[in-house]
Nanobody, 126 residues
Framework: EVQLVESGGGLVQAGGSLRLSCAAS????????IGWFRQAPGKEREGVSC????????YYADSVKGRFTISSDNAKNTVYLQMNSLKPEDTAVYYC???????????????????WGKGTLVTVSS
């Protein structure tokens, strides 16, 4: 059974940090790219960052460049999203998702993802 399980969300003050984890199981992790997406109330789901296990490429949305860092521990089948200098506008449910692609230099389309986690809530207070 394929599973993507997010953890690490919570409530943090503006300027603070959180690290999200996405633990994957049930598929060959090294063949997949993992993306982080987020959805705020009343807004569409948007791509935040992604990483490819094939070529190590990464992608960041402009809104998080310089503040968020994505990394992967292939031995643990886990992808992390380190979020620093958080802003109230980062408040959202964060999802991880997986798809088979060779590179993610152009980002990932949420509509094309194969597997999704259930999400973890990040709330940034002002």
């Amino acid at each position: 059974e394929v599973q993507l399980v997010e953890s690490g969300g919570g409530l943090v003050q503006a300027g603070g940090s959180l690290r999200l984890s996405c633990a994957a199981s049930g598929f060959t992790f090294d063949d997949y790219a993992i993306g982080w997406f987020r959805q705020a109330p009343g807004k569409e789901r948007e791509g935040v960052s992604c990483i490819s296990s094939s070529d190590g490429s990464t992608y960041y949305a402009d809104s998080v460049k310089g503040r968020f860092t994505i990394s992967s521990d292939n031995a643990k089948n886990t992808v992390y999203l380190q979020m620093n200098s958080l802003k109230p506008e980062d408040t959202a449910v964060y999802y991880c998702a997986a798809v088979v692609v060779d590179t993610v230099v152009a980002g990932l389309d949420a509509r094309g993802m194969d597997y999704w986690g259930k999400g973890t809530l990040v709330t940034v207070s002002s």
